[in-house]
């Protein structure tokens, strides 16, 4: 089995490796090539992730390269990882629009549209290119903003899931918390990347025993507090939030907040000059602790899980992706992208059936999906007013004057990743 990572100069490149060689048995990978265009990073990371293969060892032989067609040629797998303009893209998506008093980040409102105009013509374009090698390689985006970037893989034709580790690790909590086992908990998650909610945590399976009732009583202190938000709300609302709703449900509070600070790309820009010192060292054959801040927790898990039963291996059977609706919440088209668990195997995910959905959730479902409709379009297709439209419908901005000034701050912006700018 030979897989594929793009992108795999990323510093968080050693906990994907870390997966692979600890759950080597579910996915038995023969050849592991990872593809970055920064050699230098890719030299330290490549060093780091060959002797962490050979410390716990795993047979797989890893190869780096800078060239995208040589490193997916017959790969049965790729995976997306990649930030088109690093930590100083990022970084301007999470400070230019404070100024106009709207949430800076990187995946949702203003910033996130950013991203994903920079980010969908790069790996449309990479998906091409898969598909010219191996056809029938599935692609794995983990890349932000997962659901409009696995809309646009998927229009496109290409055999494509979304990934995100926010339920993963709502798994882990809160098999902690129950004392029990990851596999016995069965999220009822339901949304979109990044806008989700757990409206249900059963044990033992997709009909089993609904214990967040007791959940929430229990150990609701701790769960608001790893939201952010007040224990009241969460009690009042009966379910988890995903920490992104903070932006939403609490967004003024946020935006003062982040005025006070550096931003989240300026802290991870430190820590990555931390991380890429250390993976230097040709003592270090495990993943750093330090690691563990940089986020991305649970993503080798996630991702072994994902790709073992695409493939054909050990996978568990029912997975939280980001997968086409197909009719799953009635009130989104069937080709919008959302965010639920599905039964995986080689033939794809197909969502499982959801909940009824509450009016409050529903409603913002509705409206974040039309912004992607319109983000995906400004993408694909480019212009200034497509981008002025998406900017307006985001339930974070959605005023005609923030609209204005924030599309002529993200043209400036990032003019040198828009062809058409």
């Given at each position: 089995?030979?897989?594929?990572?793009?992108?795999?100069?990323?510093?968080?490149?050693?906990?994907?490796?870390?997966?692979?060689?600890?759950?080597?048995?579910?996915?038995?990978?023969?050849?592991?090539?990872?593809?970055?265009?920064?050699?230098?990073?890719?030299?330290?990371v490549?060093?780091l992730?060959?002797?962490?293969?050979?410390?716990?060892?795993?047979?797989?032989?890893?190869?780096?390269?800078?060239?995208?067609?040589?490193?997916?040629?017959?790969?049965?797998?790729?995976?997306?990882q990649?930030?088109?303009?690093g930590?100083?893209?990022?970084?301007?998506?999470?400070?230019?629009?404070?100024?106009?008093?709207?949430?800076?980040?990187?995946?949702?409102?203003?910033?996130?549209?950013?991203?994903?105009?920079?980010?969908?013509?790069?790996?449309?374009?990479?998906?091409?290119?898969?598909?010219?090698?191996?056809?029938?390689?599935?692609?794995?985006?983990?890349?932000?903003?997962?659901?409009?970037?696995t809309?646009a893989?998927?229009q496109?034709?290409?055999?494509?899931?979304?990934?995100?580790?926010?339920?993963?690790?709502?798994?882990?909590?809160?098999?902690?918390?129950?004392?029990?086992?990851?596999?016995?908990?069965?999220?009822?998650?339901?949304?979109?990347?990044?806008?989700?909610?757990?409206?249900?945590?059963?044990?033992?399976?997709?009909e089993?025993?609904?214990?967040?009732?007791?959940?929430?009583?229990?150990?609701?202190?701790?769960?608001?507090?790893?939201?952010?938000?007040?224990?009241?709300?969460?009690?009042?609302?009966?379910?988890?939030?995903?920490?992104?709703?903070?932006?939403?449900?609490?967004?003024?509070?946020?935006?003062?907040?982040?005025?006070?600070?550096?931003?989240?790309?300026?802290?991870?820009?430190?820590?990555?000059?931390?991380?890429?010192?250390?993976?230097?060292?040709?003592a270090?054959?495990?993943?750093?602790?330090?690691?563990a801040?940089?986020?991305?927790?649970?993503?080798?898990?996630?991702?072994?899980?994902?790709?073992?039963?695409?493939?054909?291996?050990?996978?568990?059977?029912?997975?939280?992706?980001?997968?086409?609706?197909?009719?799953?919440?009635?009130?989104?088209?069937?080709d919008?992208?959302?965010?639920?668990?599905?039964?995986?195997?080689?033939?794809?995910?197909?969502?499982?059936?959801?909940?009824?959905?509450?009016?409050?959730?529903?409603?913002?479902?509705?409206?974040?999906?039309?912004?992607?409709?319109l983000?995906?379009?400004?993408?694909?297709?480019?212009?200034?007013?497509?981008?002025?439209?998406?900017?307006?419908?985001?339930?974070?901005?959605?005023?005609?004057?923030?609209?204005?000034?924030?599309?002529?701050k993200?043209?400036?912006?990032?003019?040198?990743?828009?062809?058409?700018?």
């Open positions: 089995m030979k897989l594929a990572v793009v992108g795999g100069g990323s510093t968080y490149t050693p906990e994907l490796i870390d997966g692979f060689a600890r759950l080597r048995d579910t996915l038995p990978v023969e050849e592991l090539v990872l593809v970055d265009p920064a050699a230098d990073r890719l030299e330290l490549g060093g992730a060959r002797r962490i293969f050979a410390k716990q060892g795993h047979p797989g032989k890893i190869v780096t390269t800078s060239d995208i067609d040589a490193g997916v040629a017959d790969a049965d797998a790729v995976l997306l990649l930030r088109v303009g930590q100083a893209a990022r970084n301007q998506d999470e400070t230019w629009p404070l100024e106009c008093g709207c949430i800076g980040q990187e995946t949702t409102g203003a910033g996130g549209l950013a991203k994903a105009l920079r980010t969908v013509p790069v790996v449309l374009d990479i998906a091409e290119r898969v598909r010219r090698t191996n056809p029938n390689a599935w692609i794995i985006d983990f890349t932000n903003p997962v659901g409009i970037v809309r893989l998927l496109a034709g290409h055999k494509a899931v979304g990934l995100c580790n926010v339920a993963i690790g709502f798994q882990r909590k809160f098999a902690r918390l129950l004392d029990v086992t990851p596999g016995e908990v069965h999220l009822d998650h339901v949304g979109l990347n990044h806008l989700s909610w757990e409206l249900g945590v059963r044990l033992g399976g997709p089993g025993e609904n214990v967040l009732p007791r959940l929430i009583a229990q150990h609701g202190d701790a769960i608001a507090d790893d939201l952010r938000m007040p224990r009241a709300v969460v009690d009042r609302l009966g379910v988890v939030p995903s920490y992104y709703l903070r932006y939403f449900y609490a967004h003024d509070e946020v935006v003062r907040e982040l005025g006070t600070k550096p931003s989240r790309a300026a802290e991870v820009a430190e820590m990555e000059t931390e991380l890429l010192a250390m993976y230097g060292d040709p270090l054959d495990e993943k750093p602790a330090l690691l801040k940089r986020g991305g927790a649970f993503y080798s898990e996630a991702a072994v899980d994902l790709a073992a039963s695409l493939l054909g291996g050990g996978g568990s059977a029912v997975q939280v992706v980001n997968t086409y609706n197909k009719g799953t919440l009635p009130f989104l088209p069937d919008a992208v959302i965010e639920v668990q599905a039964r995986v195997d080689g033939t794809g995910a197909t969502p499982l059936a959801v909940p009824e959905l509450d009016p409050l959730y529903a409603g913002l479902i509705a409206n974040v999906t039309a912004y992607e409709d983000a995906l379009e400004a993408a694909l297709r480019g212009g200034r007013d497509r981008v002025f439209k998406a900017l307006l419908s985001h339930p974070l901005i959605g005023q005609f004057e923030y609209a204005e000034a924030l599309t002529d993200l043209i400036a912006h990032n003019r040198e990743h828009l062809a058409w700018a």
